[in-house]
């Protein structure tokens, strides 16, 4: 069994820089950021696996955000640079147990525990 607590969120300006943190107890195979807006679907952030290998990151956040983990301390970040107000969403931590491949990456399915989210919102 694995619990999720995020933290970091907050009210930020256009521009501005956050670092979210997720502390898991208990280990899994990968850990993702999902988001979900207002009136918006929930949808993938990024990925990234405990043992290694390349992080994957959706398309409207490639080259501002970026999923980096402290094994040590068993937390994975999301530092979120040049925020935008589209940005602005409930962020949830996510751990995926399985190490199959069958199912991508960027789907909420692969996940097996989820956090309760901090919020994100960011002004124009």
């Known amino acids: 069994q694995v619990q999720l607590v995020e933290s970091g969120g907050g009210l930020v300006q256009a521009g501005d820089s956050l670092r979210l943190a997720c502390a898991a107890s208990?280990?899994?195979?990968?850990m993702g950021w999902f988001r979900q807006a207002p009136g918006k679907e929930r949808e993938f952030v990024a990925t990234i696996i405990w043992s290694g290998g390349s992080p994957y990151y959706a398309d409207s956040v490639k080259g501002r955000f970026t999923i980096s983990r402290d094994n040590a301390k068993n937390t994975v970040y999301l530092q979120m640079n040049s925020l935008k107000p589209e940005d602005t969403a409930v962020y949830y931590c996510?751990?995926?147990?399985?190490?199959?491949?069958?199912?991508?990456?960027?789907?909420?399915?692969?996940?097996?525990?989820w956090g309760q989210g901090t919020q994100v919102t960011v002004s124009s």
């Open positions: 208990g280990r899994s195979f990968a």
């Open positions: 996510a751990a995926g147990v399985s190490a199959a491949l069958s199912i991508p990456y960027y789907s909420a399915s692969r996940y097996d525990y």
